[in-house]
């Protein structure tokens, strides 16, 4: 059952230019004012070859076969069965013929395709124009905003979208992307392509009717009936008691954001002496009905393919840029003056401790914890995202050597002189041996693992029992059970008062820092 209509959709799928399907094709074209159009195709993945645009494999035309009722058939043309020459003349008159009304989805991009798919058949020079045609994401933002006097937004709904406000029902696009150019085709892909067409004459009549409607209406105004604003199109539908015209001014009803005066700029018009220029065709087509010519005056737009839009652009892939020389040389600058040049402010010489401090910021925060395991004083940020000044003024203030990566604090090497140091390895077990190196650190086994690593304070002199260290740990944490009967010695920092004990990760740590440290060597 088809979602548009209480009725089923009428499908012909045609695959031959001897079938009856086309024959009665050809009949419609020239029974028919207003037609939808939508193409199908199989996308190109991982292309490496030289540019190409897709291969349509399938062609679907809504033909609405008069402009007073909601008759209609669609029908499906493979391309991959009829031979392209035996139906060029007939789609390309159609494209072209004033008294067809074609309507699309940013239609421009199938025609360059179905162009394309045209002319390697030999039927150059393909297709190169669509008119009269109208656009139904056009048509919908124009209408929803214009009411409201203000420009539509730059980005356009999905046709999904547009037909879930308009008529209230939900078009399932999951076979979109599935693989067109596989036959025999799949009734659930003969139903979403004839759908995709077919919904285009259905939102259109919703226009329609407001355009009939406005044109009616002496203030200028649509005034919604309280009793139908709610209703979708399927609900109205489901009403058997009302004939096609009110069908399609409930429709109306249904689709609010159409309420709006018809304007009268439009940068693609097409003029009266266009609509009314006489016809190369040798088919005979009906001429269009006043209403529908009104709206083709107003809204009227047309397709019109360049030369360029008929060549594949390439992918443009992603070329990491070369750095300039100019930038080359201030990073080069930037790494020199990184360079440690010394003294440290807590070189005796400077009337300094002796004891090596550091300020370690948010960009190398895992190599403070590494110089707290081997016994160096290293603090972090007091702030947490501080700004260049604060951190500054912290190591000054604390006579401690800044530790970064962050090349852009360098260029405050002039304020603190000599406390500033940008880290150059990446990984914590390597900045730990080139910080050791760069400011001759001596570390000795003894000093492992005799800082808190959580806040870089000091240990107490004493070690604590078992039972002091409970009686600490009271509130603030929790001593496992099974240390109980080990006769173990417990260490408070006297900072946080956090309690450590010699276990197994005691041990594993001060073996991985000898390790790293190379202090057996």
Known sequence: ????????????????????EFTHLTQSLTRSSIIGLDAEWKPIRGQNHQPTFPTVSLLQLACQLDHDSDESET????????????????????????????????????????????????????????????????????????????????????????????????????????????????????????????????????????????????????????????????EILEKHDIDDKIIRIKSFEA?????????????????????????????????????????????????????????????????????????????????????????????????????????????????????????????IPSSRKPESRELLDQAYSEQRVLLTRDAKLLRHQYLIKNQIYRVKNLLKNEQLLEVIETFQLQINEDQLMSRCTKCNGRFIQKPLTTEEAVEAAKGFQKIPDCLFNKNLEFWQCMECNQLYWEGTQYHNAVQKFIDVCKLNE
């Open 75 to 234: 029908f499906l043309l493979d391309m991959h069965s009829v031979p392209l020459p035996s139906i060029w003349e007939l789609l390309r008159e159609t494209f072209v013929s004033p008294d067809i009304l074609k309507l699309g989805f940013k239609f421009k991009q199938d025609l360059v395709y179905l162009s394309s798919t045209f002319c390697l058949q030999g039927c150059d020079p393909g297709f190169d124009k669509v008119e009269p045609y109208l656009d139904i994401a056009t048509i919908y933002y124009q209408m929803q905003h214009k009411q409201q006097g203000r420009k539509g937004p730059k980005e356009t709904k999905s046709l999904a979208t547009i037909c879930k406000e308009v008529l209230g029902i939900s078009l399932s696009k999951e076979l979109q992307c599935s693989d067109w150019s596989h036959r025999p085709l799949t009734e659930e892909q003969k139903i979403y392509a004839a759908t995709d067409a077919h919904c285009l004459l259905k939102i259109f009549n919703v226009f329609q009717d407001t355009v009939v409607k406005k044109g009616n209406s002496s203030n200028n105004m649509v005034e919604l009936h309280s009793s139908g604003v709610n209703l979708g199109l399927k």
């Open 1 to 20: 059952m088809d979602l548009l209509h209480e009725k089923p959709l009428k499908i012909h799928l045609v695959n031959s230019t001897e079938s009856p």
């Open 255 to 379: 689709s609010h954001m159409f309420q709006a005066t018809v304007s009268s700029e439009n940068d693609q018009r097409i003029s009266k002496v266009e609509v009314l220029v006489s016809r190369s065709s040798s088919r005979n087509t009906m001429p269009m009905g006043e209403s529908l010519l009104k709206i083709v005056r107003k809204y009227g737009e047309k397709i019109l393919l360049r030369e360029s839009d008929r060549k594949p652009k390439a992918a443009r892939k992603k070329v990491k840029k070369r750095p300039s020389l100019v930038a080359v040389t201030r990073e080069k600058q930037l790494d020199n003056t990184g360079d440690w040049q010394g003294p440290p402010p807590w070189d005796l010489s400077l009337g300094g401790d002796g004891c090596p401090k550091f300020l370690c910021d948010v960009m190398v925060e895992g190599l403070a914890k590494h110089l707290r395991c081997v016994g160096v004083d290293a603090a």
